[in-house]
């Protein structure tokens, strides 16, 4: 069965803080990783990554994944307390006819001032 | 551009009700997806639809219909509704196996 595992579930951090956020994933068919941004309504998208080693970066985010061990990480450096939110993590396979998003359950970041 | 609705926002069934939760999308984007969200469990997929005239069954269908009514519209029915079922729906969209864009959510109580 298909899944993808975040950790930690909860982060508190204070400004200013540099954060790490990991997501490992077994996925049939594994096509891409991909990080959202959830606040208080809908994921937003942060990143999409489809090759091992190479950084996605912006701003103060940047992403990267390792396909041989099958894990991404999301770090976020300098955060503010805009940063705090629940931060998922989804793996895209090739199922279906288009990819389809298996989603971990999300790290919930509060950061304090 | 409102990009993905969603209709209602919030909605009260009591157990056995049916409802209709509604979603478009103006964007143009051939797939479109019906998740469920619920406390400690991630998003789930419920639905999707690759295309106008498609569906398909996600990881958690059961209790639930879609109609894609046209490339723009998605709707997700409630036959018959459980207390189980009481959740944040999401509706998603997508162009190409990529990003996916979500709307705002509908929370669903069911007593």
């Known amino acids: 069965e298909d899944k993808v595992v975040q950790s930690p579930l909860s982060l508190v951090v204070h400004e200013g803080d540099t954060v790490t956020l990991n997501c490992s994933y077994e996925v049939t068919n594994f096509r891409s990783l991909l990080w959202y941004k959830q606040e208080k309504k809908a994921p937003t998208f942060l990143f999409m990554l489809?090759?091992?080693?190479i950084e996605k970066k912006s701003g103060r985010l940047s992403s990267i994944l390792d396909k041989k061990e099958l894990f991404s990480i999301l770090n976020i450096t300098a955060t503010q307390t805009g940063d705090s939110a629940v931060y998922l993590c989804?793996?895209?396979?090739?199922?279906?006819?288009?990819?389809?998003?298996?989603f971990g359950k999300g790290t919930k970041l509060s950061v304090k001032p | 551009n409102a990009g993905v609705t969603q209709t209602p926002k919030f909605q009260v069934l009591k157990t056995g009700q049916s409802m209709t939760l509604q979603c478009a999308q103006d964007m143009n984007h051939n797939s479109m997806y019906w998740y469920r969200q619920d406390p400690g469990m991630g998003l789930r997929l419920i639905y999707y639809s690759a295309s106008e005239g498609t569906t398909d069954k996600g990881e958690v269908p059961n209790g639930y219909n879609v109609s894609r009514l046209n490339k723009r519209e998605f709707s997700l029915r409630l036959e018959s509704a459980a207390p189980s079922q009481t959740s944040v729906y999401f509706c998603?969209?997508?162009?190409?196996?990529?990003?996916?864009?979500f709307g705002p959510g509908t929370r669903l109580t069911v007593l």
């Open positions: 489809t090759s091992s080693g």
């Open positions: 989804a793996g895209m396979n090739y199922g279906g006819s288009q990819g389809n998003l298996i």
């Open positions: 998603a969209s997508s162009l190409l196996p990529i990003e996916q864009f």
